[in-house]
């Protein structure tokens, strides 16, 4: 025949909330706020944004040269049936124009109001970046171009620039007059 036996409710939960309390007071590890980001190289330098904003990357397709329009948009094509202008934002940052070769990408970007592509010389793909590790841009960085850089940060590989998409995306050189 069992036993029977009672049980001391008050002491169970005095040990429950004993065990809580000290899993507290333990030392918790934080975590990092990541940002997650698509990094590519663009005039020998390598940047950054939050993968939010880019939609795809494809090899650079033939560019239709659009008569009349001058400065960042190299030309236009054809995305599954959605005409797409192609940009070259390296004048904006005050990059040299190196020449493009096989490795070269456009990385389609949905914005708020528009899509476009930004052609870079590579993509080296999607990385979490810590976002407390972040610091301002250099000095030495062109003023025009630093409204569009929201900071950098030292990676193994070397030096990572966070450009600012939203502000980019909105700039005034971006708008073809008519």
């Known amino acids: 025949m069992l036993e029977n036996r009672g049980y001391d409710i008050r002491s169970i939960l005095n040990e429950m909330q004993e ?11 934080v975590q990092e706020d990541l940002l997650e980001c698509i990094t590519f190289v663009m005039g020998g330098e390598t940047y950054a944004f939050e993968t939010v904003y ?3 990357v494809i090899r650079v397709p033939k560019l239709i040269r659009i008569p009349g329009v001058r400065g960042l948009i190299t030309g236009i ?14 004048p904006l940052l005050g990059l040299p124009a190196l020449p493009l070769d096989a490795a ?5 970007i949905k914005g708020e109001s528009f899509t476009t592509g930004i ?20 000095k030495s960085v062109d ?6 850089l929201r900071g950098q940060i030292s990676l193994e590989g070397g ?20």
């Open 119 to 138: 052609i870079v010389e590579s993509v080296q793909g999607v990385h979490p970046l810590p976002l407390d590790k972040f610091e301002a841009v250099v």
């Open 143 to 148: 003023p025009a171009a630093r409204e569009f």
């Open 104 to 108: 070269a990408r456009i990385i389609v």
């Open 77 to 90: 094509f054809n995305l599954r049936g959605e005409i797409i202008a192609a940009m070259d934002i390296r």
């Open 54 to 56: 880019a939609s795809e």
């Open 159 to 178: 030096m990572t620039i966070l450009l600012d998409l939203k502000r980019l995306l909105a700039s005034k050189a971006l708008i073809v007059d008519n």
């Open 19 to 29: 065990e809580y309390w000290q899993g507290l007071s333990e030392k918790i590890e």
